[in-house]
């Protein structure tokens, strides 16, 4: 068709469109070794805080996944970019699993709050901290805000109505860097050498505002 450029790349989500937890979604493999066969990129792209991208990458590969390291664009990724470029010293609300993408940071006297996805570390106090470095004058960078996640057991609560928390008690906006914002798929793709109407994407549309986003990002 007229008007119509090439597809050159193919961003594909991995919780709850590859993999749940340590079990693969049934056909995933198969997909992705056919979607291999044809003359397009791939890059895989995450919000997962809960660990590491080499744990990631360990956990797919142990699932049978033909995926390597450097295909794999995390908002852990995107979040480390950010704080180099801004040279924060954050006040790291991850997991602890996560903390390995974040070697080498300086954390010393905090002046930046940065917050995933942490269950054993949303507690009043943890939280109370933040919530004061914010007061005076920190920024709040959130890896990402979804509402909730899908585990083997149903639906879980997400980073969202914490970080959400924090803006209302702190009247403040905070910065996004993971899915859905524009800027992390324009991220992801700058390796592959393609502009966004060059490239799909394939999730699981977690949240209503992702799969507008990813229809935006396909169309501008």
């Not at 990458?57 to 664009?73: A, T």
Request: charged share 25%.
């Amino acid at each position: 068709m007229a008007g119509r450029r090439a597809l050159k790349a193919i961003l594909i989500d991995l919780s709850g469109t590859l993999h749940i937890e340590d079990t693969a979604v049934p056909g995933a493999q198969e997909a992705l070794n056919r979607l291999r066969q044809e003359s397009v990129a791939v890059k895989f792209v995450t919000n997962t805080t809960k660990e590491s991208k080499r744990n990631l990458l360990e956990r797919l590969q142990k699932l049978n996944f033909d995926i390597q390291e450097k295909e794999i664009f995390t908002s852990l990724t995107a979040a480390r970019d950010l704080i180099e470029q801004k040279k924060h010293r954050p006040l790291l609300l991850v997991d602890d699993g996560a903390l390995e993408d974040f070697t080498g940071m300086d954390t010393t006297e905090p002046n930046a709050v940065v917050i995933g996805l942490a269950p054993d570390h949303f507690n009043y106090r943890t939280l109370n901290k933040a919530f004061k470095m914010i007061l005076d004058g920190a920024p709040l960078i959130a890896i990402h805000k979804a509402r909730y996640y899908k585990r083997k057991d149903g639906l879980a609560l997400g980073p969202g109505p914490f970080i959400t928390g924090l803006e209302y008690a702190t009247d403040c906006q905070a910065t996004v860097v993971g899915k859905p914002e524009k800027t992390f798929f324009t991220q992801a793709l700058a390796d592959l050498g393609c502009s966004p109407n060059e490239a799909i994407m394939i999730g699981d549309g977690s949240t209503e505002k992702e799969m507008k986003t990813k229809s935006t990002l396909l169309l501008t």
